[in-house]
């Protein structure tokens, strides 16, 4: 596999869009089953997309997985699985899972329509390419890896063949940036804020993550994702809204899903 990490030269220029037009990418991981989140950010982000694209895990965790595969059926233009829709659709050990995420896991196996559980079973494995974009769940090698460290996005570029990369798994909103040099960590969206863009300077490679539509982890409880829109001037913007977690958390139970899947939506851990 050719990369563009540290050892590799520029090779390949950033999507170009016929003529210079804008294009606008709705980016989206980590759903999780939660539909009031889901609702919130596809408000928040409006219309005019051109491409929307999902790094996995449409289901684990929440109360609405039939919604939000749904919604992915009908809007997303490229979707990769995720290691909860592997599991959730039997493709996976489940003795490998926590017991909380073991009992998401078969809760939503037994409540995915059959035609919801084929979609999720024939999602394809990542890296995924689209208009020279690559998409992927944890790492390029594995959907069950995850890319937390600078060191493991280090070995991630390597493993690339675009410049920029969207991943997803480990709920935290931000990412790195390899600058020819060294490896930069993108920081999260402040709490404070809900927006915060970076400007993508084509002879760098980034790997970037939305943040987690449906069940963020890095303290924030507010919905992640991210939009991506290049006109000649490439540009993401982490996003963050507010939704209603109160809704989410009721719904979980009254699954009778474990408990504690209800709490940390309120704590975004
Ligand atoms: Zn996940």
Same mark, same amino acid.
């Given at each position: 596999? +050719?990369?563009? =990490?540290?050892?590799?030269?520029?090779?390949?220029?950033?999507?170009?869009? $016929?003529?210079?037009?804008? *294009?606008r990418y709705l980016i989206l991981s980590d759903l999780h089953a939660n539909w009031e989140a889901l609702e919130?950010? +596809?408000? @928040?982000? %409006?219309? =005019?997309?051109?491409?929307? *694209?999902?790094?996995?895990?449409?289901?684990?965790y929440g109360a609405d997985p039939n919604p939000v595969v749904e919604w992915v059926r009908d809007h997303c233009h490229l979707v990769v699985r995720g290691n909860h829709d592997k599991a959730c659709s039997?493709?996976? @050990?489940?003795?490998?899972?926590? $017991?909380? !995420?073991? !009992?998401?896991?078969?809760?939503? #196996?037994?409540n995915l329509s059959p035609e919801n559980a084929a979609y999720v079973r024939e999602?394809?494995? %990542?890296?995924?390419?689209?208009? =020279?974009?690559?998409?992927?769940? =944890?790492?390029?090698? @594995?959907?069950?890896?995850?890319?937390? !460290?600078?060191h493991e996005a280090g070995d991630a570029f %390597?493993?690339?063949?675009?410049?920029?990369?969207?991943?997803?798994?480990?709920?935290?909103?931000? #990412?790195?940036?390899?600058?020819?040099?060294?490896?930069?960590?993108? $920081?999260?969206?402040?709490?404070?804020?809900?927006?915060?863009?970076?400007?993508? @300077?084509?002879?760098?490679g980034y790997l970037i993550n939305p943040g987690s539509v449906g069940q963020p982890r890095d303290g924030d409880p507010r919905a992640a994702y991210a939009v991506y829109e290049t006109d000649g001037r490439a540009a993401v913007s982490y996003r963050r809204v507010t939704y209603d977690i109160e809704s989410a958390q009721k719904k979980i139970h009254q699954a009778g899903l474990p408990p504690y899947l209800a709490e940390r939506l309120g704590v975004g851990r």
């Open positions: 596999m +050719v990369g563009i =990490g540290p050892a590799e030269a520029p090779r390949r220029r950033l999507n170009e869009s $016929p003529g210079g037009l804008l *294009v919130a950010v +596809v408000r @928040d982000a %409006g219309p =005019g997309f051109d491409r929307i *694209v999902c790094c996995g895990d449409l289901v684990g039997g493709q996976e @050990d489940l003795e490998w899972f926590n $017991p909380v !995420a073991r !009992a998401g896991a078969i809760w939503t #196996g037994q999602l394809p494995k %990542g890296p995924a390419l689209l208009d =020279g974009l690559q998409i992927l769940h =944890g790492s390029p090698w @594995d959907e069950d890896d995850y890319v937390a !460290a600078a %390597g493993y690339l063949e675009s410049r920029l990369a969207f991943f997803g798994h480990t709920h935290l909103q931000g #990412g790195f940036i390899w600058n020819q040099s060294r490896i930069e960590t993108i $920081p999260p969206v402040s709490h404070r804020h809900g927006r915060q863009s970076i400007e993508i @300077d084509p002879s760098c």
